[in-house]
């Protein structure tokens, strides 16, 4: 599939987007995707939420599809890199993720893989760091969500956002077959 579009002014239902370029071009997207593109908005809005400056730049190859995603939204200066792998399961392994505004910052703690299979998404160590603590997922969503571990570090925002002073943890909650499945990629 190729795409060569240019815009201005476009509405969707609720959604609004302001000076769009995109050139695409999307290979065996169902078997081995190969993604290459240059996308460029000015402005969006979606559900209410407004983004701009959004860039996103891929290039691709049978082995992989690298991707750079850039935005700003709510102050949040956002960026993401990343590299699609067609393998079986399809994944993408999300190699850094920044949200900024002002001088604080929320950041991908270290490379982390994001799986999909059996209808479901799976995160295998994500975690994050907020003001000096961090916040890990480990688990699976698809019909229903299977976490395998969460855990809230020290660190003002993160105490905050767990309501805890040091480690709150969860496992093996509500695993359907998909999920387990999913558990053991």
């Known amino acids: 599939m190729q795409l060569d579009?240019?815009?201005?002014?476009?509405?969707?239902?609720?959604?609004?987007?302001?000076?769009?370029?995109?050139?695409?071009?999307?290979?065996?997207?169902?078997?081995?995707?190969?993604?290459?593109?240059?996308?460029?908005?000015?402005?969006?809005?979606?559900?209410?939420?407004?983004f701009s400056q959004i860039r996103l730049d891929a290039?691709?190859?049978?082995?992989?599809?690298?991707i750079a995603l850039s935005a700003t939204a709510r102050q949040f200066d956002l960026?993401?890199?990343?590299?699609?792998?067609?393998?079986?399961?399809r994944r993408f392994d999300l190699a850094t993720f920044t949200a900024r505004r002002d001088r604080r910052q929320i950041s991908l703690a270290r490379p982390t893989s994001i799986l999909f299979a059996n209808g479901g998404v799976a995160l295998r160590q994500f975690e994050?760091?907020?003001?000096?603590?961090?916040?890990?997922?480990?688990?699976?969503?698809?019909?229903?969500?299977?976490?395998?571990?969460?855990e809230v570090g020290n660190g003002?925002?993160?105490?905050?956002?767990?309501?805890?002073?040091?480690?709150?943890?969860?496992s093996n909650t509500a695993l359907t077959p998909a999920a387990e499945n999913m558990r053991r990629v």
């Open 59 to 66: 290039t691709g190859s049978p082995s992989g599809s690298d």
């Open 5 to 50: 579009a240019q815009g201005q002014r476009m509405k969707v239902a609720d959604a609004t987007l302001e000076r769009l370029s995109a050139k695409a071009s999307l290979l065996d997207l169902y078997a081995k995707p190969i993604i290459n593109a240059a996308i460029a908005a000015d402005r969006a809005t979606v559900a209410g939420e407004v």
């Open 79 to 89: 960026a993401a890199r990343g590299r699609l792998v067609p393998d079986e399961p």
């Open 156 to 170: 003002p925002s993160a105490r905050a956002a767990s309501g805890a002073a040091a480690v709150a943890s969860a």
């Open 128 to 150: 994050i760091s907020l003001d000096g603590g961090t916040i890990s997922l480990d688990g699976s969503a698809g019909s229903t969500l299977g976490v395998n571990s969460a």
